[in-house]
Nanobody, 124 residues
Framework: DVQLQASGGGLVQAGGSLRLSCLAS????????VGWFRQAPGKEREAVAC????????YVVDSMRGRFTIAADSAKNMVYLQMNSLIPEDTAVYYC?????????????????WGQGTLVTVSS
């Protein structure tokens, strides 16, 4: 079974940084892309970033590029989302997800497999 477990959320002041972690199991990074999505209170879920080792692609949504980076450690089955220069608008529940078709995220299409979310709160 494909399983994903996100962690690392918390409360941070604006301008601060957080690193989210996603522990993946039940699949190989050689086959599945792993992405991060987020959902802010009262808003729709939106794509954040993805990493697809199969196609050697990393992708970060334009509005977050330069502040957020995504990386994977295949040996540890971990995917990380490093978030810097956080702003209150980044407050959301962040989810990691996996899919065979990693490029879906570019079109904002949700992935097939999801973990539980981790809450990030950025105070002003």
């Amino acid at each position: 079974d494909v399983q994903l477990q996100a962690s690392g959320g918390g409360l941070v002041q604006a301008g601060g940084s957080l690193r989210l972690s996603c522990l993946a199991s039940g699949f190989s990074f050689d086959d599945y892309a792993v992405g991060w999505f987020r959902q802010a209170p009262g808003k729709e879920r939106e794509a954040v970033a993805c990493i697809d080792k199969k196609d050697n692609v990393t992708y970060v949504v334009d509005s977050m590029r330069g502040r957020f980076t995504i990386a994977a450690d295949s040996a540890k089955n971990m995917v990380y989302l490093q978030m810097n220069s956080l702003i209150p608008e980044d407050t959301a529940v962040y989810y990691c997800a996996a899919d065979l078709a990693g490029r879906k995220i570019v079109a904002g299409v949700p992935y097939d497999y999801w973990g539980q979310g981790t809450l990030v709160t950025v105070s002003s």
